[in-house]
């Protein structure tokens, strides 16, 4: 398996902490102050770098509902306003960007402005039915724009069966992860379970981590002090969230014991 990052080369389980954005300029549940935004966020990393993360992940989780596909131009800004101060505050930290629902060209953008090294794409190939309607992949123009930014060094994290979600159609998990990396050009596939903070199948994963060959294989969602032993040998790594904030709800901030205690368990 090879490292998704450079600085994560001998890691045997790169940790990724969640940092998930309270509600943005635009959004229904924006409190108009970014301020305050920026200021929760930066807090967040800061928790996760003493917690010993490996790398941090930005997310517009308050900005529900979620657009299908392209988000508008205010939520790009605020995004970029907001990653930018995270990168000044913990800059040793390779940062990631996620636009929900599946804006990977916007995410992409961000990722570039600010110097971040990976994007999340929640639906990168074939067709989801979700929450926003059903949702089709755009490797193709993610792609072309990565390379037309000269960006190819920002890698693509994909998830296959992506949470809060189900596939168009029934199609066997061999063809969907191999045409996530092989087609759609993923570098490294997700694996979740069916929502935020829901446990994955470690049986799922195994075989997801079997199709992947060389690519990384990452849980998305659900890694806790009871399921991380079974997960570890199904994975090359974690992307935590709910599990290290007080009872697991998601409007919460990281809490610094919670995150110690998930970071030293992997």
């Known amino acids: ?29 924006f409190a108009g102050d970014l301020s ?5 966020a ?11 993360a490996h790398g941090l992940m930005v997310e517009n989780f308050g900005d529900v509902p979620f657009y299908k596909g392209d988000v508008p131009r205010e939520t790009v800004a605020a995004m970029t306003a907001v990653a930018a101060e995270i990168r000044r505050a913990v800059p040793p930290l390779p940062l ?12 992409l953008a961000v990722a570039a402005a600010v110097g971040a090294s990976y994007i999340r794409v929640n639906v990168l190939s074939g067709s989801a ?4 309607g059903v949702i089709e992949g755009r490797a193709a123009d993610l792609m072309r724009y990565r390379k037309a930014l000269g960006a190819t060094d920002i890698k693509v994290l994909a998830d296959v069966r992506v949470k809060h ?4 159609a029934e199609r066997p998990l ?17 694996v979740s379970g069916t929502g935020t903070g829901k446990p994955t199948d470690p049986s799922h994963a195994a075989e997801v981590k079997q199709i992947a060959g060389d690519a990384p294989v990452l849980i998305g969602s659900g890694a806790d002090a009871n ?29 610094l014991d919670l995150a110690k205690q998930i970071v030293n368990k992997i």
């Not at 305050?36 to 929760?40: E, K, L, N, T």
């Not at 039915?129 to 926003?132: C, E, G, S, Y």
């Open 165 to 168: 979600a189900a596939p168009l």
């Open 129 to 132: 039915v979700t929450d926003q």
């Open 42 to 52: 930066v807090t967040d990393a800061v928790i996760w770098k003493d917690a010993g």
């Open 227 to 255: 399921s991380i032993p079974q997960l570890k040998p199904a994975c090359d790594g974690f992307i935590v969230g709910s599990a290290a904030k007080p009872g697991g709800r998601i409007d919460e901030p990281v809490d």
């Open 96 to 107: 990631g960007i996620n636009v929900l629902r599946n804006d990977g060209e916007s995410a």
């Open 1 to 29: 398996m090879k490292a998704i990052l450079e600085q994560w080369t001998g890691l045997m389980h790169p940790v990724i902490g969640m940092v998930h954005l309270r509600p943005l300029p635009g959004s229904p549940r």
């Open 174 to 190: 061999q063809d969907e992860v191999e045409e996530l990396v092989h087609r759609a050009g993923a570098d490294a596939v997700i």
């Open 36 to 40: 305050a935004v920026i200021s929760a």
